[in-house]
């Protein structure tokens, strides 16, 4: 018996596909206008193994995006994904934490930047219980 469904369209629709480049490109342009308000200054960077583990673990993250696209399927992402985001959480959460003890005007970057590592783990762990049942 062969089952025979409806043929796969080939037409892109180009609102849909220019709209999730936005989205895709909407985090860049907000790092971009942050960094422009607030005045990126790379030589302020503190040294030390909290900023090293943060750069390292963030370019974990995207290494294991490139994985996910190339060879990995979403439920063996996830499984990284929750491994590598511990040691970025923890080490981003210290670095965070240090840039605020050094100047008063980043405090607030860092209380926002907490409350939204917590929710993104939150989300992140709604998504990944619905997604084994």
Same mark, same amino acid.
């Given at each position: 018996?062969?089952?025979?469904?409806?043929?796969?369209?080939?037409?892109?629709?180009?609102?849909?596909?220019?709209?999730?480049?936005?989205?895709? /490109? /909407?985090? /860049?342009? @907000?790092?971009?206008?942050?960094?422009?308000?607030?005045?990126?200054?790379?030589?302020?960077?503190?040294?030390?193994?909290?900023?090293?583990?943060?750069?390292?673990?963030?370019? %974990? @993250?995207? %290494?294991?995006?490139?994985? $996910?696209?190339? $060879?990995?399927?979403?439920?063996?992402?996830?499984?990284?994904?929750?491994? @590598?985001?511990?040691? =970025?959480?923890?080490?981003?959460? #210290?670095?965070?934490?240090?840039? %605020?003890?050094?100047?008063?005007?980043?405090?607030?970057?860092?209380?926002?930047?907490?409350?939204?590592? @917590? =929710?993104?783990?939150?989300?992140? %762990? $709604?998504? $990944?219980?619905?997604?084994? #049942?």
């Amino acid at each position: 018996m062969l089952l025979l469904g409806s043929e796969r369209s080939s037409k892109c629709y180009p609102l849909a596909a220019n709209f999730i480049i936005a989205l895709t /490109l /909407l985090p /860049l342009l @907000v790092l971009l206008i942050l960094w422009v308000t607030l005045g990126f200054n790379l030589f302020g960077l503190p040294l030390g193994l909290s900023p090293l583990g943060f750069h390292i673990s963030h370019g %974990a @993250v995207f %290494a294991l995006m490139f994985f $996910y696209w190339k $060879y990995l399927d979403m439920f063996q992402t996830i499984r990284y994904l929750a491994l @590598v985001s511990i040691p =970025l959480f923890l080490f981003g959460h #210290r670095l965070l934490a240090t840039l %605020a003890a050094r100047s008063s005007s980043l405090l607030w970057v860092h209380a926002c930047a907490s409350i939204l590592f @917590v =929710l993104a783990g939150i989300i992140i %762990a $709604y998504l $990944y219980t619905n997604a084994i #049942r």
